[in-house]
């Protein structure tokens, strides 16, 4: 799976942006993945921020962006987006899109990710 992250900027907190994740999937099989956008602040860790499960089409949240949050995925699965309201200054981070391949869980930590797309960077200014 390749992914390849579109859509960051700057702006003003209060704000929206919608984060695009285009998915090129390189395998034949017929895998099962749980996507996921990691976000890492500056100086910081990869902190999960939302998921989105191709198994029920399930959706599950980090508590600081829950309600602010919307991640979706094409019906043909080509693209993740990431729809992020009401930003904060705490939310500029590099932001990640990341593919695991489904095994009976969906993993939200880092390490457990299959794929990663390179970043794209949000700045949130107060």
């Known amino acids: 799976v390749r992914l390849m992250e579109s859509g960051g900027a700057s702006v003003q907190a209060g704000g929206s942006l919608r984060l695009s994740c285009s998915v090129t999937?390189?395998?034949?099989?017929?895998?099962?993945?749980?996507m996921n956008w990691f976000r890492q602040p500056p100086g910081k860790g990869r902190e999960w921020v939302a998921q989105?499960?191709?198994?029920?089409?399930?959706?599950v949240y980090g508590r600081s962006v829950k309600g602010r949050f919307v991640i979706a995925e094409d019906n043909d699965k080509s693209a993740l987006y990431l729809q992020m309201n009401e930003l904060t200054p705490e939310d500029t981070a590099k932001y990640f899109c990341?593919?695991?391949?489904?095994?009976?869980?969906?993993?939200?930590?880092?390490?457990?990710?299959?794929?990663w797309g390179q970043g794209t960077q949000v700045t949130v200014s107060s």
């Open positions: 990341s593919a695991s391949i489904f095994t009976g869980d969906c993993p939200v930590t880092p390490g457990r990710q299959n794929y």
């Open positions: 989105d499960r191709e198994l029920d089409r399930g959706e």
């Open positions: 999937r390189l395998d034949p099989t017929t895998n099962l993945y749980c």
